[in-house]
């Protein structure tokens, strides 16, 4: 019988998992992208997306040494950096190859997943981070010129830390029981950012 909390992380799981079938960010969304809704919407409809953010939770939860700080290094780092590449994409900057970046993105996230790899935690931060950058200037650059951009932005942060906290709270009820779970989960990631690479090869 599977408790609460493992049943919950289960549907997370399950929902980071149809990110199988979803292919890369490519901007042809952003004509939707007009409000703070459309903005939160976005980590959840782009498929690529959530199952990086929801990687990154999973991975700090299944890595940390314990409860605490060991847990937000990751998420934080991906959070920060994100909005940080938004604003450089608002500016106009093209960043080169930031579509294989965020394939690789979920590669390295579902590894990370799987191996449990533990590492110190600014280093987490900013292994997490660079790719996060990715992620964002893909969508400030989509954005540049629209006058809602910030507030599109603000809806899109607000669902990554919603997405993080959901990855964390999974990866934490399946860290002892059931952890195999949540490692399959990082297998069909990692699978995923290897295909789209290959397809961009």
């Not at 929902?15 to 901007?27: F, I, K, N, R």
Request: charged share 5%.
């Amino acid at each position: 019988m599977l408790s609460p909390g493992t049943k919950s992380a289960l549907i997370l799981i399950a929902a980071s998992a149809l990110s199988m079938s979803a292919s890369a960010h490519t901007g042809a969304e952003s004509h939707i992208h007009n409000s703070f809704l459309s903005g939160f919407a976005h980590p959840l409809l782009g498929l690529d997306h959530l199952a990086a953010i929801v990687a990154v939770g999973l991975w700090s939860a299944l890595a940390a040494r314990s409860a605490g700080r060991d847990l937000l290094w990751g998420p934080v780092g991906f959070a920060g950096m994100l909005l940080v590449g938004a604003v450089l994409g608002l500016q106009g900057v093209a960043l080169p190859a930031v579509e294989p970046m965020i394939a690789a993105s979920l590669l390295v996230t579902g590894l990370l997943v799987v191996s449990r790899l533990r590492v110190p935690g600014l280093a987490s931060a900013l292994v997490v981070g660079v790719f996060a950058m990715f992620h964002g200037v893909a969508h400030g650059y989509e954005l540049a010129g629209d006058d809602s951009a910030w507030l599109i932005l603000a809806g899109m942060l607000t669902a990554t830390v919603l997405l993080h906290s959901a990855g964390l709270a999974a990866g934490w009820a399946l860290r002892h029981r059931h952890v195999w779970l949540a490692r399959a989960a990082g297998a069909g990631v990692a699978a995923f950012g290897g295909a789209l690479l290959a397809q961009m090869a």
